[in-house]
């Protein structure tokens, strides 16, 4: 069975300023996908990026880009100019690749990321 | 575009009652995952159900079950609640494309004293 692991229960970041949050995970799957969720407050939980495991190229999306290491089996977030808006859960999820297969998330603990103005 | 509605929001109900959840997905969009979320175990799948079928289950026991309607809206019922039931339940459909990823309702929270 796949498992994920965030070892940062918490982080914090001055507004402005960089941060990554840690994640790696444990599959003997070759194919395979990566996601980092957010889950604000307000509970809704929201995709942030996504990498595909046979892509070398690191996913971005804006602030948000990820450091994938296949090897490793990490994956980390890396959030730029972080804003306060970004203060939140963070949730590091594998899903397998077949495609007609399930859909099933695995997710880590996640990481309560504070933003301090 | 429409999002994923779960309905209630928040429910309090008594040890040995029974509640039923509510989930209707994007329209058009016939896979829909559920998960429970607590602050001791986080986010567990529960089971996901395609085309009226259930795909595939979690590790929870038979208390917890579920459906799918020809609509695609799913509900999932909890029989017999214990106070280790107390927990947000997310609803999560996905959304067809090179990622298949799952977009995520509001949630229920549910209180069980």
């Known amino acids: 069975a796949q498992t994920v692991t965030q070892s940062q229960p918490e982080m914090s970041v001055q507004e402005a300023e960089t941060v990554t949050l840690s994640c790696t995970y444990d599959?003997?799957?070759?194919?395979?996908?990566l996601f980092w969720y957010k889950q604000p407050p307000s509970r809704q939980m929201i995709l942030v990026i996504r990498?595909?495991?046979?892509?070398?190229q690191n996913a971005t999306e804006n602030r948000f880009s990820v450091n994938f290491q296949k090897a490793a089996k990490s994956f980390s977030l890396k959030i730029s100019d972080s804003q306060l808006g970004d203060a939140a859960m963070y949730f590091c999820a594998y899903r397998s690749a077949p495609q007609g297969g399930s859909e099933k998330l695995v997710f880590g603990k996640g990481t309560k990321l504070t933003v301090n103005p | 575009k429409a999002g994923v509605t779960q309905t209630p929001r928040y429910l309090i109900k008594t040890r040995g009652q029974q509640v039923t959840l509510s989930c209707s997905p994007i329209?058009?969009?016939?896979?829909v995952s559920w998960y429970q979320q607590t602050p001791g175990q986080g986010l567990q799948f529960l089971f996901e159900?395609?085309?009226?079928?259930?795909?595939n289950k979690g590790n929870f026991p038979g208390r917890f079950s579920g459906r799918q309607f020809s609509n695609s809206r799913s509900e999932m019922n909890v029989s017999t609640l214990e106070l280790g039931d107390s927990a947000l339940y997310l609803c999560a459909c996905r959304v067809s494309g090179l990622y298949n990823e799952q977009f995520f309702g509001p949630g229920t929270r549910l209180t069980v004293l």
């Open positions: 599959t003997s799957e070759s194919d395979y996908y």
């Open positions: 159900y395609f085309s009226e079928t259930q795909r």
């Open positions: 990498q595909e495991a046979y892509k070398q």
């Open positions: 329209s058009g969009h016939r896979s």
